[in-house]
């Protein structure tokens, strides 16, 4: 695909040499409508992604949320909204579809993890827009799910084959978002009409809303119909929590009632221990990728997962979720 004529008129391309690195490539013309080619060669660029599972578009002339918004457009026509939302992010007003990245303190690192992988919708690309790189740190952190896979001991693949994750949530104000936030209803009418519809079991306890949903731990990508890992489990576990908090997990344990979101298995065999060892196993398949101001990085958010590190000064990302996808039994 690299050696087509349609790649060569376009762009100059460096191949990535370590785990989870993604295909950088770069406008061979300073100027170039590099929205323009995108469009053209869509379906080629498609291919490259879902070989690669990340590419980096540098130095590609992007400006304003509008420019990115016309890249993302010219790869993947049908941005989504943010539902069923879990992080803190603020969205642009003049651009459609156009959020900030997660604004978690700096100091905190955010794990690895395949946005919404625990929701009814999730996105099948994700795009990220450097606007302002941070002074030191803020890398964005990638890891394979391909390889997350082939990392893990067979065992625990073969138990969480045949078993599901349970995500149970806490709707209050004193925890993360209120419901009529993260589903944007405003009555409980319609936010119960909305929870059935997307596959949730819920209850009222003290005036706060509480919700279940069950989940694969594997996923099939729908293109390319490879077996992926592709849940939230370790990433709203307590491990995940203490690691960015600095915790110990035993002591964040006693706190779990605190915490919005806990994580609890079908397979006994999946313990603490295999917590562990999924948390390893994307240490392992990680990429570091520090971006620079104009980068554009498109995900496939199946086959990579993502992350931040923690900086230092001010650093702006936007992101642009695409083509929504949906869990299946």
């Keep these: 695909m690299l050696c087509e004529a349609w ?9 990535p040499t370590v785990n989870s690195a993604p295909l950088i490539i770069k406008p061979r013309v ?7 080619f995108l469009h053209k060669y869509r379906s080629e660029f498609n291919a490259l992604l879902y070989e690669f599972g990340a590419i980096l578009l540098r130095a590609s002339g992007v400006e304003t949320a509008e420019d990115f918004k016309r890249i993302s457009d010219s790869i993947s026509p049908e941005s989504i909204p943010y539902d069923e939302k879990s992080t803190p992010r603020a969205s642009l007003k003049d651009v459609q579809h156009v959020y900030t990245s997660t604004e978690y303190p700096s100091r905190l690192k955010i794990d690895l993890h395949c946005e919404n992988s625990y929701a009814h919708v999730w996105p099948n690309k994700i795009l990220f827009w450097c606007k302002r790189a941070a002074d030191q740190g803020g890398e964005t952190l990638l890891a394979d799910t391909r390889k997350v896979l082939a990392t893990l001991p067979n065992w625990l693949v073969a138990e969480c084959q ?69 849940n939230h489990a370790h990433f709203f576990h307590p491990f995940s ?44 398949c990680s990429y570091s990728l520090p971006m620079k101001r104009g980068d554009v990085l498109v995900l496939d958010n199946m086959l990579m997962a993502h992350g931040r590190n923690v900086f230092e000064g001010e650093r702006q990302v936007f992101v642009i979720m695409t083509e929504p996808n949906t869990y299946r039994k």
């Excluded at 790649?7 to 460096?14: L, R």
């Excluded at 300073?30 to 323009?36: P, Q, S």
């Excluded at 009632?257 to 221990?273: H, I």
């Design 7 to 15: 790649f060569k008129e376009c762009f100059h391309h460096i191949l």
């Design 30 to 36: 300073r100027g170039v409508d590099v929205a323009y």
């Design 162 to 230: 045949q078993s599901v994750v349970h995500y149970h949530r806490t709707f209050s104000a004193e925890l993360g978002y209120e419901w009529q936030v993260a589903f944007e209803v405003s009555s409980v009418p319609e936010l119960e009409a909305k929870l059935r519809l997307k596959g949730y079991n819920w209850e009222w306890k003290d005036g706060n809303l509480l919700t279940l949903r069950t989940g694969k731990w594997l996923n099939e990508h729908p293109e390319t119909k490879e077996q992926v890992w592709f």
């Design 241 to 284: 929590v203490a690691s960015a908090l600095g915790h110990d997990s035993d002591a964040l344990r006693n706190m779990a009632a605190a915490l919005p979101y806990q994580v609890t298995f079908e397979s006994q065999a999946v313990d603490d221990s295999a917590v562990a060892q999924i948390r390893s196993a994307f240490q392992a």
